[in-house]
């Protein structure tokens, strides 16, 4: 998980990961003000601090390249993803092949996403479907599992927003085996801190720079 200032969430979130999921690793990237790191290592999570904070692409990219284990599951610490999922994308790597599994949150309009959010994802999907040549729901979910080694061999651009769009599209045209799981979305713990209008043209950019881009592996 990527965490700035979730105080308001974390210990129910770490929590709910216990609950569901006890022998887990629970990791966070850092870059909080407030007091997200003590409760997060109080409760026993491994905190990495990124401090001062260089983006969420490249805290992402810390998380996932410092994460143990053959599958790495991503989620946002702000309680709008269902921790009870976890197992089930796990097990779609561990047990089914794939090499990631993506938690879309878009087979329906969610109520707690609105309506301008839920247009441009939307938006956004139904582009990179029509230029990937394949049925796409959710660029920017927080929530997939992916096979470590998959995370090793792939050469992205961890800089600027947008990562996951990016995070799930080379794969596609890496050719690599991707599941789609749709799962529940809840209202946010919390202030967001998204950025509506450079969210979208980070968005485009991977989008394209990945489809008309060279594929490049490690």
């Known amino acids: 998980m990527i965490t700035m ?11 709910d990961i216990r609950d569901v999921a006890g022998d887990a690793e629970i990791l966070i990237v850092d870059s ?13 999570a491994k905190v990495v601090r990124q401090y001062p904070p260089q983006g969420y692409g490249m ?24 921790v009870d999922m976890i197992g089930v994308l796990a097990k779609a ?20 996403m609105p309506w301008l959010n ?6 956004f999907a139904w582009l990179a479907s029509l230029l990937f040549m394949r049925r796409i729901t959710d660029l920017h979910s927080g929530m997939r599992a992916y096979r470590k080694s998959l995370i ?17 599209l080379r794969p596609l045209k890496m050719g690599r085996k ?10 946010r713990l919390g202030t967001s801190t998204m950025r509506p209008l450079e969210g979208a043209w ?17």
Not at 93 to 112: N, W
Not at 202 to 218: A, C, E
Request: aromatic share 6%; proline share 4%.
């Open 93 to 112: 790597v561990t047990e089914e092949g794939y090499d990631i599994v993506a938690g879309s949150r878009l087979k329906s309009k969610p109520a707690a």
């Open 118 to 123: 839920y247009l441009g994802n939307k938006f």
């Open 178 to 187: 991707a599941k789609v799981v749709f799962i529940d979305y809840h209202e």
């Open 152 to 168: 090793e061999e792939m050469d992205y651009d961890p800089a600027g927003a947008a990562l996951p769009v990016e995070l799930l």
């Open 202 to 218: 980070h968005t485009l950019r991977r989008i394209l720079r990945v489809r008309f881009g060279r594929t490049v592996s490690k």
């Open 32 to 44: 909080s003000k407030d007091r997200t790191p003590e409760i997060a290592e109080a409760l026993g």
């Open 59 to 82: 805290a992402m990219d810390l998380a996932l390249r410092s994460a143990g284990g053959d599958v790495v599951v991503t989620l946002d610490c702000d309680d709008t993803y269902p």
């Open 5 to 15: 200032d979730e105080e308001a969430a974390v210990a129910k979130v770490i929590n």
